[in-house]
């Protein structure tokens, strides 16, 4: 119910309006997120990377790789990987590009659909997506990360999440509003990108929280779903493993 709830609300932005928001956004996506959430945009990145585990030579797929953070973070601690990324936004993954390649690292890059993944039945080791859940029919998406997956391997997820206590959620929100206004003031965002103000708002209020995410990865089919969540629930860590 709350995946067709999401599509019926949202569907329009995500197939209008999210493309020409990212490639705005794409020259100063880390910056941005650096400012909103105070300097503690690393420290984000740190806690996702502390429940990744690894292997030398494995296969990986950063699903809506964006800038490539996840990617080189993950060839940085495990050299030997085989990193894809995939994400709809060209602007994004250019950026990511650049920024794997002056470190000296191979990221092999996907433009296309998330919901329909081009790659053939467990193919990899271990697949990650990161903040971008929220625009995407993610129950959808579960369910070909999973198609994907090798059995035994496990799925990562990480987002900003609903918290479950309603006071915390509305300080969120607030908080929330005024960053989105304070980034697109001060990185002089592009129409598309500040028309969608209150879309990210609304996107986060009909999400999951951390319970229900877990929840949702469970019906999909993953076993071993644990989780673990910085900040009051706003942000949560979820690891699913395919039986």
């Known amino acids: ?24 956004v794409a020259p100063y996506y880390d910056r941005a997120n650096y400012v909103a959430s105070l300097g503690m945009w690393n420290r984000f990145l740190n806690s996702f990377m502390s429940v990744i585990e690894l292997h030398p030579g494995q296969r990986v797929l950063d699903v809506c790789a964006g800038t490539n953070a996840i990617g080189i973070a993950l060839l940085k601690r495990e050299p030997t990987l085989e990193v894809h990324a995939m994400d709809r936004s060209a602007a994004m993954q250019d950026v ?27 193919h990899f080791d271990v697949v990650t997506i990161q903040y971008a859940s929220r625009h995407l029919r993610i129950k959808r998406v579960s369910e070909e990360v999973l198609r994907v997956l090798k059995p035994g391997g496990s799925f990562y997820h990480g987002d900003m999440l609903r918290p479950g206590n309603p006071v915390v959620e509305k300080l969120y929100y607030a908080y929330l509003r005024f960053c989105l206004a304070m980034t697109g003031f001060l990185f002089r965002s592009s129409p598309a990108a500040l028309n969608c103000k209150k879309y990210f708002i609304d996107a986060l209020q009909m999400f999951y929280s951390v319970e229900e995410l877990s929840d949702m990865l469970r019906e ?10 910085v900040f009051a629930g706003m942000i949560g860590f979820h690891r699913a493993i395919k039986p």
């Open 96 to 122: 990511g590009q650049q920024r794997a390649k002056a470190r000296g690292l191979r990221i092999r890059s996907v433009i296309g659909d998330v919901h329909e993944l081009p790659f053939p039945d467990n």
């Open 1 to 24: 119910m709350r995946e067709q709830a999401r599509e019926q609300q949202f569907s329009l932005v995500w197939k209008r309006d999210l493309n020409d928001v990212f490639a705005d």
């Open 220 to 229: 999909v089919g993953y076993r071993d779903v644990t989780a673990k969540t």
